[in-house]
């Protein structure tokens, strides 16, 4: 073979290995020019992962009506099934609470390890009488059943919570369900979840209520009602 044809060859080997040096060069461009097309293409995107959240409101309008049923509503009685959680505490018991004549008569058997308890209370003042029949008064409700049970229950608040109604006096925020039915209600430091609602006469409740508080961010006091019946 001659030295020039030798070389004419070389040079067209040569000539191709650097095509296709400048043929992968320009596929690597084109590949980082789509992941960076892709990238924006998601960071432009709407961001959908808050979407459906429910919204805090701290209007009025929605407990209107309700608040004029529980005006009109001057006897009532209410019975469920209610359970404690608290730390170191897990307790169940039954309710029952009647109202009349702008009195509350609460009667709580076999509550939180210290039996049966009848708490009556209105704008006068308050009376518990213990399991042993040692009658306890005061002036407020809450104190009274804390000073027994250990634990703060919101008696006092939960007559009007039962209702789906904020307690008067007191800044409160809420969050309706897909059925304009209040789902959360906060106030008082406590969180109060509502579901399962349900008509009971003219009015439409929720069958289960969880009201929860925290007392610090390992522990809380969690109060849970399952109505059996509402008269």
């Known amino acids: 073979m001659s030295p020039n044809l030798y070389r004419s060859n070389f040079s067209y080997l040569r000539f191709d290995h650097r095509r296709f040096i400048h043929c992968r060069r320009f596929v690597l461009i ?3 020019l789509g992941m960076v097309s892709a990238c924006k293409t998601l960071s432009d995107a709407p961001d959908t992962s808050h979407q459906g959240a429910a919204t805090w409101r701290a209007d009025a309008s929605v407990f209107t009506e309700r608040e004029q049923q529980y005006l009109d ?5 209410y019975s469920a099934k209610v359970g404690i959680t608290a730390p170191q505490l ?7 609470w009647e109202y009349a004549d702008q009195a509350n008569n609460v009667r709580l058997f076999g509550p939180l390890g210290v039996g049966a308890v009848r708490l009556q209370f209105d704008q006068y003042g308050v009376e518990l ?4 029949g040692v009658l306890h008064q005061g002036h407020s409700a809450d104190e009274l059943l ?6 703060p ?3 006092n608040a939960l007559s009007r919570w039962l209702f789906v109604l904020p ?17 959360l209600l906060e106030q008082l430091g406590w969180r109060i979840k509502y579901s399962n609602y349900k ?5 439409f409740l929720p069958r289960k209520i969880v009201a929860t508080k925290q007392l610090s961010p390992e522990q809380a006091v969690v109060v849970k009602l399952i109505a059996k019946t509402w008269h």
């Open 73 to 77: 509503t001057h006897q009532w009685r």
């Open 199 to 203: 008509s009971y006469g003219e009015q």
């Open 90 to 96: 897990r307790e169940s018991a039954n309710i029952i």
């Open 129 to 132: 009488s213990d399991n042993k």
């Open 30 to 32: 084109l590949l980082l």
């Open 167 to 183: 307690t008067a006096g007191a800044t409160y925020r809420y969050q309706l369900d897909e059925n304009r039915n209040v789902a």
């Open 146 to 151: 804390s000073d027994i049970i250990g634990w």
């Open 153 to 155: 229950i919101p008696i």
